[in-house]
C-alpha cells in the first residue's frame, strides 16, 4: 500500500483540491510539504500531534517537510475556532516559543541538509511594508469571499466581533505559501479542516500572482480539530508534550483513559502500528478495548518520551491500578518551607502536587470524597500532616486515576 492511499484508510484526509495531483507528489516522494505552527505558547500539545505524526510518516515515503513556525503570524493570533481575541505575546516570548518547537519536534522529523526544514515566517512578515503588502497581496483577494469563510464565521458571530487585526490572518497565512513556494519549491500545504479556507487562500494567491497551477492544498481530519479540539484539554488545562508540563506517567494516563469508542480510531490516526494489525484490533470489543487502550498509551509515550519513559509510566500504572505498591508512580516533592509550624495541609499537598489547579478546587476534591492518603479518605478539609508522616510511604490520590507519591525534599 502507498503512503497516500495509506493515508485513507487511517481516516486523516478530509478533502483535497487536486486528487490525483496530490497522490502523486506523495507517493512518488516529490511532495515539499508544510504545516504551520503558531507560537502560542513554549510547548507543543496534544492538539499538534497528529500534525507531527503526519510529517514522520510522509518524510518516511521520501517527502520533505517543512515546519513553519509562526513568529510573524503569531503576532497576530489565528481566528479559527475562537470566539475571542487572543493574548498577544511579545516578540521575545514567541521566539523562545520557536526554539522550544524545534527541540520538540526532533523527536518526530529529522532536519537537516535534503531533509526538514523549520522556517520562521518572521523572516518575511515582520519587517513587511504594509503599503506595499496591501497593494501586492490584499488586492489579490476578495472580501466578500472572504467574508463566507468558515474561519471568521464564528468570530463574527461572537459578543466582541471580528477585529480587523484578524481579518489580516488569512492573507498572512496565504502569503506564507508564496513564500514558501518562491523560496524551497514548497508544493503542498496541509492542515487541519478548520484551515481550509486559508490554505484555498494561499494556494489561489500563488495561482494569480504567479500564474502556476502546481501547488496543491490539502486538509487532514485532525481528529483533535474536527471533534471539537476536545483532545488534549483536562480539567487543568492542557496536556504537553514538554515533561516538565505534562509528565510521561500523566501522558500515558491521558491515553489510556480515553472513551472506549475512541481508541481504535486513535491507533488508526496516531500510531505506526500496521494496518493489519490494527483491522484485527477493529473486532476487540469489552475488556479487550482496555488492553487496546494500553497499547495506544504504550506507543505514543514511546514515541513523544521513548521507550524506557513509557516503560515505566506503563509499570507505574499496572502496580498502581493493580493494588501493588508506590515503585515508578509519578512523585511530587514538598520542602522545609512548605510547613508552617511543622504541618502541611491535605489542600496544600494537592496542589504541590499539581493535581488542583487551585486552593479552592483541592478544598472541592475534599468535601467531594474524591481524595484519599495511603487509601484512607480525607474527609477534613483542615487535614494536616507533619513531616514524620512523610518518612514513610505518602501516597495522595485525586479520584481514581490521579495519584503522586509525595516526597520531603
Known amino acids: 500500500m502507498q503512503i497516500y492511499e495509506e493515508l485513507i484508510e487511517r481516516g486523516l484526509i478530509a478533502q483535497v483540491t487536486d486528487e490525483d495531483g496530490v497522490r502523486d507528489l506523495i507517493n512518488n516522494g516529490k511532495a515539499t510539504f508544510y504545516i504551520g505552527f503558531d507560537p502560542t505558547a513554549d510547548s507543543l500539545h496534544v492538539g499538534h500531534f497528529m500534525a507531527l505524526c503526519l510529517m514522520k510518516r510522509l518524510q518516511m515515503a521520501g517527502n520533505r517537510p517543512i515546519a513553519l513556525v509562526g513568529g510573524g503570524t503569531g503576532m497576530i493570533g489565528d481566528p479559527s475556532g475562537r470566539t475571542d481575541l487572543r493574548t498577544m505575546m511579545t516578540t521575545e516570548q514567541i521566539d523562545h516559543n520557536c526554539e522550544c518547537f524545534k527541540k520538540q519536534m526532533s523527536r518526530f522529523i529529522e532536519f537537516g541538509p535534503d531533509k526538514a526544514l523549520m522556517v520562521n515566517n518572521a523572516d518575511w512578515l515582520r519587517d513587511l511594508n504594509y503599503i506595499e503588502f496591501i497593494r501586492d497581496i490584499g488586492s489579490m483577494f476578495k472580501v466578500n469571499n472572504m467574508l463566507r469563510a468558515e474561519c471568521y464565521k464564528q468570530r463574527l458571530a461572537s459578543e466582541d ?176 518551607d512548605d510547613f508552617q509550624d511543622g504541618l502541611i495541609d491535605a489542600i496544600s499537598i494537592l496542589v504541590k502536587a499539581g493535581l488542583v489547579p487551585t486552593r479552592s478546587e483541592g478544598r472541592r476534591a475534599i468535601e467531594q470524597g474524591g481524595v484519599t492518603v495511603n487509601g484512607d479518605k480525607v474527609t477534613d478539609i483542615k487535614a494536616a500532616y507533619g513531616k514524620d508522616a512523610f518518612e514513610k510511604e505518602f501516597v495522595i490520590r485525586r479520584g481514581k486515576k490521579n495519584y503522586r507519591k509525595i516526597v520531603l525534599g
Open 161 to 336: 466581533g471580528l477585529s480587523f487585526l484578524e481579518f489580516n490572518y488569512m492573507l498572512m497565512q496565504s502569503y506564507d505559501f508564496l513564500k514558501l513556494y518562491e523560496e524551497y519549491g514548497c508544493n503542498l500545504e496541509f492542515g487541519g479542516d478548520d484551515q481550509w479556507s486559508n490554505m484555498l487562500g494561499g494556494r489561489d494567491l500563488i495561482h494569480k500572482k504567479l500564474g502556476k497551477d502546481d501547488a496543491q492544498a490539502m486538509t487532514i481530519t485532525l481528529l483533535l480539530n474536527s471533534e471539537g479540539k476536545k483532545m488534549g484539554k483536562t480539567a487543568k488545562g492542557a496536556v504537553w508534550l514538554d515533561p516538565e508540563k505534562t509528565s510521561p506517567y500523566e501522558f500515558y494516563q491521558y491515553w489510556r483513559n480515553i472513551d472506549d469508542a475512541d481508541v481504535v480510531k486513535c491507533i488508526k490516526m496516531l500510531t505506526f502500528l500496521p494496518l493489519d494489525q490494527i483491522r484485527e484490533m477493529e473486532k476487540w470489543e469489552g475488556a479487550e478495548l482496555n488492553k487496546a487502550k494500553e497499547i495506544l498509551a504504550y506507543e505514543l509515550t514511546a514515541l513523544v518520551h521513548g521507550q524506557e519513559e513509557a516503560q515505566k509510566a506503563q509499570t507505574a500504572a499496572k502496580s498502581i491500578f493493580g493494588g501493588g505498591g508506590s515503585e515508578n508512580m509519578p512523585e511530587a516533592q514538598i520542602s522545609d
